[in-house]
């Protein structure tokens, strides 16, 4: 069974950093291109980055580039997503989602997300 | 940036009847084009990939067509769990990889 669990949500101010991790299970992780979609309160689905199998190819929303970084730990199944100089217009549930097929495609899998809250 | 507009934002249906859904792309995505279901508190799920291929589990009242530019969900007689928000997302030409803004199912 294939299972995503995000964590590493929280409050935090306006500038602060955050990590925000995703465990995977139940799929060959190496394989597969990860993403973080995100989805601000009351609000509809956002993309934010993606990474290729082999972490390194990556691709950024322009909302979140030069600040977020993806990467990934292809020996622990684990998806990250590094949060620097975080905004109030950052505050969302953010989900990892794997691609159904490699290369662009739908996610066919996510996680229950992680709520991460900027606010002073 | 491929522009997703989806119609309309909010439809009311009765239980047993049929709900459609458009999701118009600002330019041609071929059959690239997924449906997502999300139920409140829930993450999203795909429902239809290709733009008509159900995915894994998903009954067969839902259905999805169309190419290029303009595409529908249909749900042929909608049951209480169907009532939720419908997203569709063009994967052709990204990143970014871009959603419509959702049309929300509720009862009437």
């Known amino acids: 069974e294939v299972q995503l669990l995000e964590s590493g949500g929280g409050l935090v101010q306006p500038g602060a950093s955050l990590r925000l991790s995703c465990a995977v299970s139940?799929?060959?992780?190496?394989?597969?291109?990860m993403n973080w979609v995100r989805q601000a309160p009351g609000k509809g689905l956002e993309w934010v980055s993606f990474?290729?199998?082999?972490?390194?190819?990556?691709y950024y929303a322009d909302s979140v580039k030069g600040r977020f970084t993806i990467a990934r730990d292809n020996s622990k199944n684990t998806l990250y997503l590094q949060m620097n100089s975080l905004r109030v217009e950052d505050t969302a549930v953010y989900y990892c989602?794997?691609?159904?097929?490699?290369?662009?495609?739908?996610?066919?899998?996510w996680g229950q997300g992680a709520l991460v809250t900027v606010s002073s | 940036e491929l522009v997703m507009t989806q119609s309309p934002a909010t439809l009311s249906v009765s239980p047993g009847e049929r709900a459609t859904l458009s999701c118009r792309a600002s330019?041609?995505?071929?059959?690239?084009l997924a449906w997502y279901q999300q139920r409140p508190g829930q993450a999203p799920r795909l429902l239809i990939y290709?733009?008509?291929t159900r995915a894994a589990g998903i009954p067969a009242r839902f259905s999805g067509t169309g190419s290029g530019t303009d595409f529908t969900l249909t749900i042929s007689s909608l049951q209480s769990e169907d009532f939720a928000v419908y997203y569709c997302?063009?994967?052709?030409?990204?990143?970014?990889?871009?959603f419509g803004g959702g049309t929300k199912v509720e009862i009437k």
């Open positions: 989602a794997k691609f159904l097929v490699a290369g662009g495609s739908p996610f066919d899998y």
């Open positions: 139940g799929f060959t992780f190496s394989s597969n291109g």
């Open positions: 990474i290729g199998g082999g972490g390194i190819v990556t």
């Open positions: 330019h041609s995505v071929s059959s690239n």
């Open positions: 290709g733009a008509s």
């Open positions: 997302q063009q994967y052709d030409s990204w990143p970014p990889l871009t």
